[in-house]
């Protein structure tokens, strides 16, 4: 039977790719679903809540001078105020190593090293998890970590604790970016986008769980912790936790893939035929091989090389840019417009409500963080498969720029002279400005307009 399959695949000279699997089993089944599910729980939760620590273990709490005969405004710095007394109502770096004012800039700084480690670590992580595997990728990096921490939750040194958040932002690319292709990689081709909406809520529903976390436990050392330690319940499920089958077949181990193809279950519960699924395996690595043969070596150069490609390019880059500096096209667009109004109330009410100005800071940046899932979506529909990785890359590079940068903006809100409402219009107009440039994203991504690109890439 197997030959017969054989030579009917090669009497229609078809193409094979690893999607073909999922005419023969499930494309979301029990067995995936497990998977996706614990990876949310057990890497998801201690991943994005790294970035909320920023916001609570390194941010700067309430704070007014206590100079006899100089008055300053509550959390402000002025001339000639040589003492200032923190009043809470959490504790962090900066109010245990005294980091404001004219110190401010090393507060600054201990946030800029976490996001300057995420950019180096977006450089190595994918290779190293396309050498590796997912799954020795996922658990050497959760590793990396875990240690640097819960070291960092000891450390009663700046410069130490700056290189510790160094190598845990490095280390947060090689857990967050292979996990969400891992679990891509599991399900089907019509079940991805589901897959990907559900990767995002679990980082959106952490989010406002951190903060309420937070909220009672406001030391800054047991908050890293709380933070770190759940990324160890991943180490116990060694043995049981799979590799992406896709890996598996790109690196000749088709006997361990078709394993683990099988677990998924039979399409409509059908059951699966081996002999079948085993050649199909091989067809699919020989077709691999041949196109690797064939394919052209693609760069981020090619991102520029058309007008058309150069202006999606440039956007999307200040999409990716915007996002860590604090219909898909339609909801990314209203999304950056609320974030940019609630700025502007902000800027109404921090003066006579700081509660209130609390309030909107928070769900600005949940709306922010709402966008995560488009600005993806977008720059893998906006891009021919040949380029999608490199353009994902490329925006991720261009929001740790974003991420490095923005510590220095609202630090500039505590120098004498600026208030909050320096920073505050800063990233409102960024915010603006985002939801406005998305009118020049086609709505229906590359294909809708690929023939004009490839005109004007031949000419």
């Known amino acids: 039977m197997a030959e017969s399959v054989r030579a009917r695949s090669e009497d229609e000279k078809r193409t094979f790719e690893f999607d073909d699997i999922f005419e023969h089993v499930s494309s979301f089944g029990r067995y995936q679903i497990i998977w996706l599910v614990f990876t949310g729980f057990v890497l998801i939760f201690p991943v994005t809540t ?10 700067t709490p309430g704070f007014h001078c206590v100079t006899p005969n100089v008055t300053c405004d509550p959390k402000k710095c002025c001339d000639g105020c040589t003492s200032y007394v923190f009043d809470g109502p959490f504790t962090s770096t900066v109010s245990e190593w005294n980091l404001i004012c004219d110190r401010g800039f090393l507060g600054a700084t201990l946030q800029s090293c976490f996001f300057a480690g995420m950019l180096i670590g977006s450089f190595v992580t994918g290779m190293i998890s396309d050498a590796w595997g997912r799954k020795k990728c996922i658990f050497f990096f959760d590793a990396i970590m875990i240690i640097a921490g819960v070291a960092s939750a000891f450390v009663h040194s700046i410069p130490l604790f700056a290189t510790l958040r160094f190598i845990l932002g490095f280390s947060l690319p090689g857990v967050m970016l292979p996990q969400y292709i891992y679990v891509m990689e599991l399900v089907g081709p019509s079940k991805r986008t589901a897959a990907g909406n559900l990767e995002f809520l679990f980082h959106n529903g952490f989010q406002p769980l951190f903060v309420g976390i937070a909220y009672f436990l406001r ?6 912790l709380a933070s770190t330690v759940p990324a160890v319940l991943l180490f116990p499920f060694w043995k049981v936790f799979p590799e992406s089958p896709r890996w598996l077949i790109a690196h000749d181990h088709l006997d361990e893939a078709q394993s ?10 059908k059951p699966i035929n081996s002999e079948v699924l085993k050649v199909l395996l091989e067809d699919i690595r020989r077709d691999q091989l041949e196109r690797e043969r064939e394919a052209k070596k693609y760069t ?8 058309k490609m150069r202006k999606w390019t440039a956007i999307m880059c200040y999409q990716w840019y915007e996002m860590l500096l604090f219909g898909r096209r339609a909801c990314h667009s209203i999304t950056m417009f609320l974030v940019g109004i609630t700025f502007v ?65 609202a630090l500039m809100g505590q120098l004498p002279g600026l208030s909050i409402a320096f920073p505050v219009v800063i990233f409102a107009v960024v915010g603006t400005i985002a939801g406005i440039l998305m009118y020049w994203i086609p709505r229906d991504g590359f294909h809708a307009n690929a023939p004009n690109h490839r005109g004007s890439r031949s000419g």
């Not at 683990?260 to 519960?269: A, L, M, P, R, T």
């Not at 981020?300 to 007008?307: A, T």
């Open 219 to 224: 030391d800054w050392r047991m908050l890293i």
């Open 300 to 307: 981020p150069i090619d991102l520029f090389r058309s007008p």
């Open 50 to 59: 790294q970035f909320t620590l920023l916001v609570f273990a390194n941010g």
């Open 345 to 409: 109330v902000v800027l109404v009410l921090y003066k006579e409500s700081p509660m209130a100005t609390t309030a909107l800071s928070i769900c600005g940046y949940l709306l922010i963080d709402c966008t995560w899932i488009s600005v993806y979506l977008i720059t893998s529909e906006l891009y021919p498969t040949v380029l999608r990785n490199t353009a994902q890359g490329t925006g991720s590079m261009t929001a740790r720029v974003g991420g490095i940068l923005a510590p220095y903006v």
């Open 260 to 269: 683990i193809i099988e677990s998924f279950g039979g399409k409509e519960k």
